[in-house]
């Protein structure tokens, strides 16, 4: 097993810098999800770690050794990718055995080694199979399996799930999950899915444009977005991002004010704004109630029934339009006047630069 550490990594093709100094600490055994939208330089940065690409600049270290300049081969790692690459005429338990059988492995070693895997993503009945006769998240398993057989100190995981149907990767996450809890092996597994990297992650890495935005538990992501782009892209539904103007400040509170939300006091300290300025207010749909003291006012324009939840689209008096989520059963439909109680402990307030409070 290894910790990975990457100081100052960096990315050219051409004269573009795709990733532009990138500083990320992995512990051993850790699972970090990078996650972001498309072409924000995640893929890239975890074919740097596997060896794929080459790294324009910065120190790339797995376990003790600096591995900038080693070949795949040599950094004990295994990935995993979104297309299983795994071989069509060959059974299951020949896939499992490939990098062994190259290796020249005996074939008690082989044979352990294989069973191991099997049983772990429990496989053991699909051996004599050949992925043409497997179900899409069966491949994707063999290709996992044959990244364990290999006893990589660092799993690479490049969107391994992206083409299975949405109730398969649900499955597929909760194996993982387990996967990892199993091994205790350092995992780093990339996507754009927010929520693949809310419930796998016990510390994601939030990329845009090349460069972190944020690193941390999901909870502290959810709770504590640094700055707009994050309290954005994590959670779902969004986070409802309202404008608003400094109005007040003291030692231990901001005073901020609009159309859409009167007058309220956020118990912020130590804020550097002044009065006047533009700032963000940041509401999570989940913190939004029926009624109480600290109302929002607007008028329903769309009721989502979920079932567990209910998520009522509401347009306020500037036209934006916000989302809460109620309960399941909540009395709510289109174009009644709903009043809405925030919770202001938990609002963010983002500076007019974005950057969080
Ligand atoms: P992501 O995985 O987040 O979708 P990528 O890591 O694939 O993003 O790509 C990051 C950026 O690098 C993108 O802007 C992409 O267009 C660019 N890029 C990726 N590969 C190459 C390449 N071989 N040549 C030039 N640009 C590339």
Redo the contacts with the bound molecule.
């Keep these: 097993m290894a910790q990975v550490s990457l100081k100052g990594i960096k990315?050219n093709?051409?004269a573009?810098q795709?990733?532009k100094g990138v500083d990320i600490e992995i512990s051993d055994g850790e699972f970090v999800v990078?996650v972001?939208?498309?072409?924000?330089?995640?893929?890239?940065?975890?074919?740097m770690i596997a060896g794929l690409?080459d790294i324009t600049g910065g120190t790339l270290t797995i376990g003790d050794t600096v591995v900038n300049d080693l070949p795949p081969k040599d950094r004990r790692i295994a990935m995993v990718f979104q297309s299983y690459a795994i071989f069509p005429h060959m059974t299951v338990r020949e896939n499992l055995a490939f990098g062994l059988t190259i290796a020249n492995a005996p074939k008690a070693e082989k044979d352990a080694k294989v069973a191991e895997a099997a049983r772990i993503l429990q496989m053991e009945n699909l051996l004599e199979r050949r992925p043409s006769q497997l179900s899409g998240g069966q491949r994707q398993r063999v290709a996992i399996g044959r990244a364990i057989v290999r006893k990589p100190a660092v799993f690479l995981f490049?969107?391994p799930l992206s083409n299975l149907d949405a109730a398969l990767r649900v499955d597929m996450r909760m194996e993982l999950s387990k996967l990892h809890a199993d091994l205790g092996a350092t995992m780093i597994y990339?996507t754009?899915d927010q929520v693949e990297a809310m419930t796998l992650a016990d510390k994601i890495v939030v990329?845009k444009g090349?460069v972190v935005q944020q690193i941390g538990t999901p909870l502290e992501l959810y709770h504590t977005p640094a700055n707009l782009f994050v309290a954005g892209f994590m959670g779902s539904p969004k986070m409802n991002l309202l404008k608003a103007r400094v109005e007040a400040i003291d030692a231990t509170s901001v005073t901020v004010g609009s159309a859409d939300i009167g007058t309220v006091v956020l118990p912020k300290g130590g804020v550097s704004a002044a009065v006047g300025d533009e700032v963000t207010i940041g509401l999570r749909p989940h913190h939004l109630t029926l009624g109480g003291a600290h109302d929002i006012t607007g008028k329903v324009v769309l009721v989502e029934r979920l079932g567990n939840e209910t998520l009522a689209a509401v347009a306020l008096a500037s036209g934006q339009q916000i989302i809460a989520a109620l309960p399941g059963d909540v009395e709510v439909s289109a174009n009644q006047e709903l009043n809405l109680a925030t919770e202001l402990h938990r609002a963010s307030l983002f500076l007019p630069n974005g950057v969080a409070a």
């Design positions: 990315k093709y051409g573009t795709v990733i990078f972001g939208p498309s072409g924000c330089g995640k893929s890239t940065l975890l074919r690409e490049d969107e990339v754009h990329l090349g």
